[in-house]
Each structure stands twice: as structure tokens, then as C-alpha cells.
T-cell receptor, first 114, second 110 residues
Framework: DAGVIQSPRHEVTEMGQEVTLRCKPISGHNSLFWYRQTMMRGLELLIYFNNNVPIDDSGMPEDRFSAKMPNASFSTLKIQPSEPRDSAVYFC????????????FGPGTRLLVL | GENVEQHPSTLSVQEGDSAVIKCTYSDSASNYFPWYKQELGKGPQLIIDIRSNVGEKKDQRIAVTLNKTAKHFSLHITETQPEDSAVYFCAATGYSTLTFGKGTMLLVSP
């Protein structure tokens, strides 16, 4: 079975540009999570969807970040405009139930904003 | 909200030794405690988890113990091997999303 798929795997962009990260969860999973990982702050939950509906977006840093899940098999995380401090690895994870079920992580997107 | 503390931040052992990583949590309502292993350039992968109705769980060389009274849980790896080298994360949740510890970098030397 295919795991969580993320694209692109690496992204280098200049400050001020729009960045879109993509995620395809495991088929049949109804919960999707976006995380950001940095050395300083570790793994931080940005937003959590259940059945395509955003449940908890309290971790979204600011209005420059937005996430959508138009259907059960696709989600995007957009940063507009991007800033150097957004440089991090962004992970998407999915699970078959609530937050108390196993989350399966994708390989991540390594973002560098110059 | 939940706060998870993880220690140590780095751990170096010789191949064949045991390794122990400890975590504490703050929310007494937490009842699910997974452990993830992250290898370089990859996403975290679940290696073992425990729920609050169980005190200990083992899976081959890996075991997790939970003390709900003290609000701490630990990961034990026996007979460590070089391929165990990675960053390990603990996490906890009750009725909210998972909160992760800051991670432990485990280095197993041959």
C-alpha cells in the first residue's frame, strides 16, 4: 500500500513568493494533520482535518498560512508570502480515526526560503 | 494544554547495551502514548504505543512502561544495534491532538 505522499520533497524559494505544499493521505483515512519541524521548536501541529473539515487550526502561525482539504484524497498547505523563518520540514500525516489513533507520516517537504 | 518533556536529548550507547528514554506529561486526562522513530531524511514512524489501561507493553527488543500516577512513561530498547540510531519522539494525547516531546537522538556505536 502506498503511504502518505507529499510533494514536492524539496522546495527552495525566495522571500515573498507563494509556496504550496501538497499531501495525499492513505486511502481510507479520514483524519489529516499538517506538522512543521524545526530544530528550535521540534514537531508542531499546524492544523488537523477530520472528514475534510478543519477541526483545530490553532497551530497555524499567522494569516500567511492557509490549508485546504477539498476532498478525502488531497490537501494543500499554502504560505503566502513566504519568509525566511518559514524554513522547516513540513510533514503531513493521516490516521484512520481520531487523534488517538496511529498517525502515519509522509516523507516531508524540506522548505528553504531565501 | 498538554506539555510533554523528554529526556535525555542525546544518548550514546555501545552496541548491545540497553537504552532508556523518559517522558513526562502534564494532562492527567491523557490516555494514549505513542513512540515514533525518525531516521535521517524521513518522516517519523510509529514503533510502539501504549494506552492508559496498560502498564507495560513489549514488542521484541522494544518495551514501553507507563506510570499514570506519576505521569511519566519510558521507552526501553534492549540489545541495541547500529540501525537503532535515530531520533525518537514520545507523544501524549487525551481528548486533544498529539503533543510531541522534543526528541532524543540515539547513537549506537558498533
Amino acid at each position: 500500500d502506498a503511504g502518505v505522499i507529499q510533494s514536492p520533497r524539496h522546495e527552495v524559494t525566495e522571500m515573498g513568493q507563494e509556496v504550496t505544499l501538497r499531501c495525499k493521505p492513505i486511502s481510507g483515512h479520514n483524519s489529516l494533520f499538517w506538522y512543521r519541524q524545526t530544530m528550535m521548536r521540534g514537531l508542531e501541529l499546524l492544523i488537523y482535518f477530520n472528514n475534510n473539515v478543519p477541526i483545530d487550526d490553532s497551530g497555524m502561525p499567522e494569516d500567511r498560512f492557509s490549508a485546504k482539504m477539498p476532498n478525502a484524497s488531497f490537501s494543500t498547505l499554502k504560505i503566502q508570502p513566504s519568509e525566511p523563518r518559514d524554513s522547516a520540514v513540513y510533514f503531513c500525516a493521516s490516521s484512520s480515526g481520531t487523534e488517538r489513533e496511529t498517525q502515519y507520516f509522509g516523507p516531508g517537504t524540506r522548505l528553504l526560503v531565501l | 494544554g498538554e506539555n510533554v518533556e523528554q529526556h535525555p536529548s542525546t544518548l550514546s550507547v555501545q552496541e548491545g547495551d540497553s537504552a532508556v528514554i523518559k517522558c513526562t506529561y502534564s494532562d492527567s486526562a491523557s490516555n494514549y502514548f505513542p513512540w515514533y522513530k525518525q531516521e535521517l531524511g524521513k518522516g517519523p514512524q510509529l514503533i510502539i504505543d501504549i494506552r492508559s489501561n496498560v502498564g507495560e507493553k513489549k514488542d521484541q527488543r522494544i518495551a514501553v512502561t507507563l506510570n499514570k500516577t506519576a505521569k511519566h512513561f519510558s521507552l526501553h530498547i534492549t540489545e541495541t544495534q547500529p540501525e537503532d540510531s535515530a531520533v525518537y519522539f514520545c507523544a501524549a494525547t487525551g481528548y486533544s491532538t498529539l503533543t510531541f516531546g522534543k526528541g532524543t537522538m540515539l547513537l549506537v556505536s558498533p
